[in-house]
């Protein structure tokens, strides 16, 4: 943590725009992942990509933006947030590319968005390691995003703290 970082009431701008976008994908995901069929799998497809490049983007601005400090709390809970948040970046960027190595060794013709053609080469190994991949981690991401909004609502309806404030689009924290 920098003095920067301590002096920081809230997230930037760019980092909340992409929390909030990816929060609303994830979510989004998770819904159409558990109830996929044939006509919603190719927009499954499509914004599954679209997740893996914002979460590139993230990753990729987060060494750069200052983040502000944690306010203080038992050591345990600072453990058990960084962990959660490590595991949301690791599990919601592989998450897609498990997803591509399903589909692009899939029997089919797979298309993201209707247009875009995924299918590389059958592989039926590779796709049934892809299909249990991309099943055993939505579950661990909704298991991790539960978690998360809990975490959230517990510093600010318990606590009382800047914890959630920080985060949302106009608050300044
Ligand atoms: C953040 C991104 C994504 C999330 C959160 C997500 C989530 C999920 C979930 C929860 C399931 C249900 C798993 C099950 O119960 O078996 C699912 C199924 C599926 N997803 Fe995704 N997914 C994402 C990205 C992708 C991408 C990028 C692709 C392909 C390009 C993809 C292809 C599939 C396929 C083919 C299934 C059906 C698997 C089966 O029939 O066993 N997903 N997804």
């Given at each position: 943590m920098t003095d920067t970082a301590a002096a920081m009431p809230s997230f930037a701008t760019k980092i909340k725009t992409l929390h909030w976008a990816i929060a609303v994908l994830v979510l989004i995901m998770l819904y159409g992942g558990f109830t996929l069929s044939r006509e919603t799998a190719t927009l499954h497809f499509g914004t599954g990509l679209v997740v893996l490049v914002l979460m590139v983007i993230w990753l990729a601005l987060r060494g750069s933006s200052p983040r502000p400090a944690y306010p203080p709390m038992p050591r345990w809970q600072e453990i058990a947030a960084k962990a959660t948040h490590h595991s949301l970046y690791a599990l919601v960027t592989l998450q897609p590319i498990f997803g591509l190595l399903l589909v692009t060794t899939s029997k089919g013709e797979p298309m993201a968005y209707g247009v875009i053609p995924l299918k590389i080469a059958q592989n039926d190994t590779l796709h049934e390691i892809g299909e249990w991949l991309h099943a055993v981690n939505g579950y661990l991401i909704a298991a991790l995003v539960a978690l998360h909004v809990l975490g959230a609502l517990y510093h600010h309806v318990?606590?009382?703290?800047?914890v959630l404030k920080r985060m949302l689009p106009f608050a300044k924290g």
């Amino acid at each position: 943590m920098t003095d920067t970082a301590a002096a920081m009431p809230s997230f930037a701008t760019k980092i909340k725009t992409l929390h909030w976008a990816i929060a609303v994908l994830v979510l989004i995901m998770l819904y159409g992942g558990f109830t996929l069929s044939r006509e919603t799998a190719t927009l499954h497809f499509g914004t599954g990509l679209v997740v893996l490049v914002l979460m590139v983007i993230w990753l990729a601005l987060r060494g750069s933006s200052p983040r502000p400090a944690y306010p203080p709390m038992p050591r345990w809970q600072e453990i058990a947030a960084k962990a959660t948040h490590h595991s949301l970046y690791a599990l919601v960027t592989l998450q897609p590319i498990f997803g591509l190595l399903l589909v692009t060794t899939s029997k089919g013709e797979p298309m993201a968005y209707g247009v875009i053609p995924l299918k590389i080469a059958q592989n039926d190994t590779l796709h049934e390691i892809g299909e249990w991949l991309h099943a055993v981690n939505g579950y661990l991401i909704a298991a991790l995003v539960a978690l998360h909004v809990l975490g959230a609502l517990y510093h600010h309806v318990v606590l009382k703290d800047n914890v959630l404030k920080r985060m949302l689009p106009f608050a300044k924290g």
